[in-house]
């Protein structure tokens, strides 16, 4: 069965693939331990079990005297015992002869070392947690080579979870960390993800003692983490601690030159604080090339904002000074000139990112100086990335998880799901955020498979979301078909295939644009597998998906429910402009509107002031929904929303934006 349970669990696997994570151990510099005679007998039994002739290997090491070798010699022969046992899941046994290979081990410390980790996971397997921790307390899984090292820590770390040792967990995915050597290895690594989660739920004593741990050897991941803890404290206005911190990474690590980097920026960061406009606003979009006219529209929606805002004020003069650059479509050139807004212009706020392509770049830019970025698409970037001082209008990749994570919906559709994502970025931003929320609800993910945007067909990677690939695993099945067919001689009918889907899931996400989802769905039907419940994002609200929605069957998509909205705003519109706004002039105004909310209800003149300010918020409120600070990001509202036979409605009539 095709069952995934976590992301984690995914990657642990790797830790019991093959002999399921144990090592038959090569001894090397330990000649004097073992003689040739037996290392040559070892290296047939081991070339025996490579080929899967287990019983065969087995039989051979039972076969040698145990009483005419050498104490290692014993050990290591007892260690390979006990690994096929392992791989035929017979982990009594196996526990029983790694307990007496460790005995005689001692002299060769690489392999006592291995046998320890064999011990601990032969206890794993069997939920014997205490005795798989008290098997990994000490160092000598430094004896270990690398990769065995590393799954000696995801070991530790699942067995302290599951006993609550959380300083342990903490260690041990540090210890995962520590060969890596730059900041984008480091980030794009899942395993991150938990570390940083786990080191802020951490009380400061652990923090500061897991520092203090790694002072020797200073990998980058705890230098990093201790740069994210001084960010942290300092947005919370403990300046002086993040003083400290930041002096303690500038000489302890001095030789990492991104992290000092990183360092640097924040530096600069914090000292042009106070050279700030409040009312100097930003806006960076593509007036010229290909995507002008897009650029050019989200204008008239600021511009339609400003005017109604002076309509408000009257003659009174409004504050604001907007200073609008070209990014010519190009994510560098957008950079740029963000970069150039906050140095010259000190704005306060930058609108920009009209497409996700540029969006990620000048956010980060924006982020590296402290300033609010409202994007205008969604930014694929990590959740650990983003911030408060990041307002995604149409809604971010985590707005949407957590609708489609929400309660109602899991109760209504199920908590067996499955994900099908482009390949990339994009989908690496939505399949992240959607194992983070499954393991919180404690929702089962059957599946979790990428899909190559390139390409026209789909029906390989729909094949694999049904079980057709796994022809092997379901032989029986494929004769008793075959013989079916056989008796259908007369029959007129082609069939496409001979298996029947197997659907292990209740609903499938799939972030796929309108022009994919119009590639992948029709997948489904024809390997028969029909009144699939499929869930897409905003972008299924489109006259594509709309026209064919009749061959396509009932859709569901989280989005923004604008059926509600005001009438009078587009009335607005449509008398200044002659034209009603469609969706890029409506985030457009929404920027602006959100923005000035947020610079007209407070008086600051510095940057550390208006980031507190922002931090400070709850809600934001626009005409396309709604906005909440949690977990120091902002959420959208959005609603879970059916397309049948071209009509966009409401899956639940209660619920409220």
Known sequence: ???????????????????????????????????????????????????????????????????????????????LIGVIYFSKAQFEQAIYHFELAIVTA??????????????????????????????????????????????????????????????????????????????????????????RQEFFQAGENQKVRLLEEFDEQRPLVTGYLGYLQAEKLYYQGDNHKAEDLIDWIKEKYESQSELIGLVQDFSFRRENYSKMDPYAIGVVLPLSGKNKVFGQRALLGIDHALKQLQKRMGDEK??????????????TVGAYWVKELIEN???????????????????????????????????????????????????SVE?????????????????????????????????????RRANIHDVKVTDALSFDRNQTDYREDIKNILGLRYKRSRS??????????????????????????????????????????????????????????????????????SRESYKLGTLHFIGDDVTGLAKTFQEDFYRTYQKFPKLIEMRGYDAFSIVHSILSSADFDKREAFDRYIQSKEKLIGITG??????????????????????????FEDQEN
């Open 106 to 195: 001692g002299l060769d410390r690489s392999l006592n070392a291995q046998i320890k980790l064999n011990l601990a996971s032969s206890y794993f397997k069997l939920g014997f947690m205490d005795k798989a921790y008290s098997v990994t307390e000490g160092d000598d899984y430094r004896q270990l080579k690398s990769k065995e090292k590393k799954k000696f820590q995801l070991l530790r770390y699942k067995i302290s979870k599951e006993l609550g040792k959380s300083y342990a967990a903490l260690t041990s995915l540090a210890h995962y960390l520590e060969d890596l050597t730059n900041l984008d290895d480091l980030r794009n690594e899942s395993h991150f993800g938990y570390l």
């Open 399 to 435: 707005s949407q998880i957590n609708e489609l994570f929400s309660e109602r919906i899991l109760n209504e559709y199920g908590k067996n799901v499955a994900i099908l994502y482009p390949y990339g970025s994009r989908g690496q931003a939505y399949v992240d955020e959607f194992w």
């Open 626 to 651: 709604t906005w909440n600070l949690k977990e120091k990001l902002w959420l959208k509202d959005l609603s879970a929303l059916r397309l049948y036979k071209g009509k966009v409605e409401k899956i």
């Open 318 to 331: 409004l504050p604001y000074k907007l200073i609008i650059k070209d990014s010519k479509n190009s994510p």
């Open 345 to 395: 212009d000190h704005v306060s706020t930058i609108i920009g990112g009209l497409f996700s392509s540029e969006s990620s770049q000048e956010f980060l830019e924006a982020k590296k100086n402290g300033v609010l970025f409202v994007s205008l698409d969604q930014v694929f970037l990590s959740r650990d990335q983003k911030d408060h001082l990041l307002l995604e209008i149409p809604g």
């Open 476 to 545: 029986e099945e494929m004769e008793i078909y075959k013989e079916i067919q056989g008796l259908e001689k007369l029959s007129s009918i082609r069939r496409i295939q001979i298996l029947n889907p197997q659907i292990d899931f209740d609903w499938i996400f799939i972030p796929a644009f309108p022009n994919e989802a119009l590639q992948i769905i029709p997948s489904f039907t024809y390997y028969d597998a029909f009144k699939v419940k499929i869930f897409g994002g905003p972008s299924w609200r489109s006259k594509a998906l």
């Open 1 to 79: 069965m095709r069952s995934l349970t976590s992301l984690f669990l995914v990657t642990l696997l790797l830790l019991f693939q093959g002999c399921s994570g144990i090592s038959m151990i090569s001894p090397q510099d330990v000649k004097d331990l073992y003689t040739d005679k037996f290392l040559l007998d070892v290296g047939a039994i081991k070339e025996q079990y490579r080929q899967g002739r287990y019983e065969m290997a087995l039989v051979n090491l039972q076969k040698i005297d145990e009483n005419k070798l050498l104490p290692s010699e014993r050990s290591l022969r007892r260690n």
